[in-house]
T-cell receptor
Framework: SQQGEEDPQALSIQEGENATMNCSYK?????LQWYRQNSGRGLVHLIL?????REKHSGRLRVTLDTSKKSSSLLITASRAADTASYFC????????????FGKGTLLTVNP | DTAVSQTPKYLVTQMGNDKSIKCEQN?????MYWYKQDSKKFLKIMFS???????INETVPNRFSPKSPDKAHLNLHINSLELGDSAVYFC????????????FGPGTRLTVT
């Protein structure tokens, strides 16, 4: 069953602006990950945040996690045209049968 | 060096045929996966193998049969292809455990006519 739900489904901004994407999920998680997918390509891992963490940074990326609200956000600062892609959140389940459940993604378009 | 590779990249075939997609990873990972991404970009796990053993099978029709000859390879064989099987299939790999990122292949776009 689908776990993550990204919001918005599509986002169009100008270069230099910040982009914020949100993800909500339904069940308990061990971690939450964000991936990027360029058109016609495979997914690329961006950042992983564990359930006991609240915020994590990686370059121009900032991820927050609120387990009480079962939600996460991905902020891309000072966006570039090359950031144009689909962004997916994925939740990791507990236990030995590790599985990632993906949301439907946010299509980000950064206009030059 | 390609970390996770898949062949072929494109596959066009007719209903009823049998086809295979191959996947190889050179990352030394123990766990490999197959995902299906539909036309709306929804990505759903199909199978997961750890060290050649099946650990996840997400109620996929038994026309789909994964095979792992060794832990670096996970192939997907599909029998009696149907129109609804048209999608992009992604292979991925990771270390075993709850908190590791997955590395994805470039995908195989399967079109069934």
């Amino acid at each position: 069953s689908q776990q993550g739900e990204e919001d918005p489904q599509a986002l169009s901004i100008q270069e230099g602006e910040n982009a914020t994407m949100n993800c909500s999920y339904k069940t308990s998680i061990n971690n939450l990950q964000w991936y990027r997918q360029n058109s016609g390509r495979g997914l690329v891992h961006l950042i992983l945040i564990r359930s006991n963490e609240r915020e994590k940074h990686s370059g121009r990326l900032r991820v927050t996690l609120d387990t009480s609200k079962k939600s996460s956000s991905l902020l891309i600062t000072a966006s570039r045209a090359a950031d144009t892609a689909s962004y997916f959140c994925a939740t990791g389940s507990r236990g030995s049968n590790y599985k990632l459940t993906f949301g439907k993604g946010t299509l980000l378009t950064v206009n030059p | 060096d390609t970390a996770v590779s898949q062949t072929p990249k494109y596959l066009v075939t007719q209903m009823g045929n049998d086809k295979s997609i191959k996947c190889e990873q050179n990352l030394g990972h123990d766990t490999m996966y197959w995902y299906k991404q539909d036309s709306k970009k929804f990505l759903k796990i199909m199978f997961s193998y750890n060290n050649k053993e099946l650990i996840i099978n997400e109620t996929v029709p038994n026309r789909f049969s994964p095979k792992s000859p060794d832990k670096a390879h996970l192939n997907l064989h599909i029998n009696s292809l149907e129109l609804g099987d048209s999608a992009v299939y992604f292979c991925a790999s990771s270390q075993l455990g709850d908190s590791y990122e997955q590395y994805f292949g470039p995908g195989t776009r399967l079109t069934v006519t």
